[in-house]
């Protein structure tokens, strides 16, 4: 057994048994969904980071940095700056109005039958293409670090233990598997980012002096020396179409007003006892996110220069920027340390698809099957709740297979770029004018969400991350679609976010619906005062 | 209810709002009443009618408005100077340091200090909605 596959087990080990004590403890909707609304401010801000935190985020930009310089760094200040929207506009209202699910809201004012059954469609959706993009990731990793554990076997492993954590261990158990997750890739950033430094004697201009010059092969073999802090290297407007500056805005657009529409971030907002942890956890989260962020540089800009990207290469032998970050360690940590950080990448991906997955579930329980369905009634008690367990079996199952069918050769980038404009075009546009505006009604709510859906849908398909001619020779990564890509953007949000609010607000003028209208004042009542939300359940 | 303005000729959609109540025997614990059981849970109409209230909406609109407004102009500043004016952002400040990653650095202390700055006044608020439903014989979370 090699030391990264020990430290691996040791975790799962670890959560499973919280997933033991958290299914001993819970009983009933609330504990189920939204851990008895129980969870502390600071808890919840880890959770909330280890939710977010991705391996797309770790990995991911890491090495973007590692290859790109600058440009993989713009990512991080979006990540972050994104957290404002949630704060000053999403956060509060939505803690003191719903119950489990952001369709909560809507259904107060609107007709919630066709509001949710539309809510629930956009969050699938969004939750659905986010985890197989992070499945795929595992799968990818394993077979960069440990060459002897096949794909198949790693996105399974995966599959089977986030459905364990959350068809037992509920929200409880997805909270602290985030909260763990959170702290081990907060100590091994911060340990890797002092390793980085001491190369540079500690001193911030050798470290900078030394990103003025690095030196490496281009994939055409050129050999090139590029200052890294400068901005271009990746979305110059000399760089390929010479949209890479409009793209840049367009995916900022997306991370800014998406965040504050992902179902995984906003469910965790039921879990605290009211709206002021609420607003406590996000500033916990900013802080953590932030912090995280900005090691990134010492991640990314360390591994370029200490290690050069001509020699971040993986266990296949190719090139690979996600390798950045565990070749780093390996280099200036020594194999133990390698292995942390290999088992803290599992780690992550493990807390997200958990986190992804109860949103899911939750969202098809309370907003399609009771409250669609079956008109807002449970048949049996505790129906929702095994609903919502049977769910995240089949969530987990569909997206294992879908996975395995995807391969772990295909490029995932743009099922994250889809994720975070759905969630911006279609989940955002309507929870801001649901809560601000009085004249808003269900054809808007359900016009917005459509189009919301359908125009981020579709630009991504004409969009060069689907569409593209490959060479020949090319047989990993290629294009689905072996054409010219129609939208030259590979992030649809300049175009889909006007075009979701568009729709909803043509839809809203288009009808009147007086019971929406009559209602807005109780809503803006609930949203600033609190009143009638509801609290920590009593055990 | 409001009764739409005969003059206006657009058709009414939706019906009265349906939420119903989740199903169980007996009173139903907090966390499962939806909108229809607490409609009668407190004169909305009257708390929103209140000097105080109407009060507290402004003075949320005079911090949040103008605070988006900031950060959305301050992030995508960053974005837009790196894309197309890519020669002030490469000017260096501090040996190799340049513009566009001090600009970038700034954008976290940005958040930061709006993210603490939106608490101490959001704490503000939490006092005058307590006072405001207090008036009202409720509490938050009730």
């Known amino acids: 057994m090699t030391p990264a596959l020990g430290m691996f087990l040791a975790f799962v080990a670890f959560t499973l048994v919280i997933t033991y004590f958290s299914a001993r403890k819970t009983s009933g909707a609330s504990s189920y969904f939204a851990a008895g609304r129980r969870i502390t401010g600071w808890q919840n801000g880890l959770a909330v980071a280890g939710d977010y935190m991705s391996a797309a985020s770790f990995l991911g930009i890491s090495g973007m940095i590692a290859f790109s310089g600058y440009d993989g760094f713009m990512y991080s200040v979006g990540w972050l700056v994104a957290y404002l929207t949630v704060l000053l506009i999403v956060a509060e209202p939505l803690r003191n109005a719903g119950k489990y699910t952001m369709a909560d809201v809507l259904a107060y004012r609107l007709s919630p039958r066709p509001v949710r059954a539309m809510a629930s469609l956009s969050t699938l959706t969004v939750s659905t293409f986010y985890m197989v993009a992070q499945m795929v990731g595992a799968g990818t990793l394993v077979k960069l670090l440990m060459p002897g554990i096949s794909y198949e076997v790693a996105v399974c492993g995966v599959g089977v233990l986030m459905i364990v954590y959350v068809v037992f261990g509920g929200m409880l158990a997805t909270t602290w598997v985030q909260i763990i997750k959170a702290i081990l890739l907060m100590s091994g950033s911060i340990f890797l980012s002092v390793l980085v430094m001491r190369q540079f004697d500690y001193s911030f201009t050798k470290f900078f002096d030394a990103l003025g010059h690095v030196t490496f092969h281009t994939k055409t073999g050129e050999l090139v020396t590029r200052d890294f802090l400068q901005p271009g290297l990746k979305y110059g407007a000399q760089i390929g179409n010479g949209y890479g500056p409009l793209d840049l805005i367009s995916l900022g657009l997306a991370l800014v007003f998406g965040t504050a529409g992902l179902p995984h971030v906003l469910v965790r907002f039921y879990t605290v006892p009211d709206a002021k942890t609420a607003r406590a956890s996000v500033v916990w989260a900013m802080v953590i996110i932030g912090l995280f962020y900005i090691m990134t540089t010492f991640l990314g800009f360390g591994a370029a220069t200490i290690l050069n990207p001509d020699n971040i290469i993986d266990a296949l032998g190719k090139s690979n920027p996600n390798a950045s970050a565990p070749l780093l360690a390996q280099k200036l940590g020594g194999e133990v340390f390698f292995a942390f950080i290999s088992a803290v990448a599992f780690a992550t991906i493990l807390a997200v698809v958990a986190g992804l997955t109860i949103s899911a579930s939750t969202s098809f329980a309370h907003d399609f099957f009771t409250n669609v369905i079956h008109h807002g009634k449970e048949q049996k008690p505790g129906e929702e709740v095994r609903v919502a367990r049977i769910t995240a079996f089949v969530v987990g199952a569909i997206s294992i297979a879908i996975a395995i069918v995807l391969g772990s050769g295909v490029n995932v980038a743009f099922l994250v770029a889809l994720a975070f404009a759905v969630a911006a075009s279609a989940n955002l546009p309507v929870i801001v004018l649901s809560i601000f505006w009085k004249r808003f009604n269900t054809v808007g709510a359900c016009a917005g969400l459509g189009t919301g859906l359908v125009s981020s849908i579709v630009l991504i398909l004409i969009s060069p991350s689907v569409m593209g001619i490959d060479p020949e020779t090319l047989t990993t990564g290629r294009h689905f679609i072996q054409m010219a890509p129609i939208f030259p953007l590979e992030n649809p949000g300049i175009l889909s976010i006007p075009l979701g609010f568009l729709g909803a607000i043509i839809g809203t003028l288009m009808t009147r619906e007086p019971s929406a209208e009559a209602r807005f004042t109780e809503l803006t009542v609930r949203a600033n005062t609190g009143l009638g939300a509801e609290g920590a359940s009593e055990h | ?142």
């Not at chain 2, 003075?59 to 995508?76: C, G, Q």
């Open chain 2, 1 to 142: 209810m409001i009764s739409p303005d005969p003059a206006d000729l657009t058709p009414v959609s939706g019906a009265a709002t349906d939420v119903a109540p989740l199903g169980r025997a007996g009173d139903k614990p907090s966390h499962e009443r939806t909108g229809v059981d607490e409609m009668g849970l407190a004169d909305w109409d009257a708390i929103a009618a209140t000097r105080e209230f109407k009060e507290l909406l402004r003075s949320k609109a005079r911090f949040i408005v103008p605070a988006t407004i900031f950060f959305v102009l301050y992030y995508f500043a960053l974005p837009v100077l790196v894309g197309y004016a890519p020669e002030l952002m490469a000017r260096k400040v501090w040996g190799n340091l340049n513009i566009a990653y001090v600009f970038a650095l700034s954008q976290f202390f940005m958040a930061w200090a709006l993210a603490i700055i939106y608490v101490g006044v959001a704490m503000g608020w939490d006092r005058r909605a307590e006072a405001i439903l207090a008036r009202f014989g409720k509490k938050s979370g009730q």
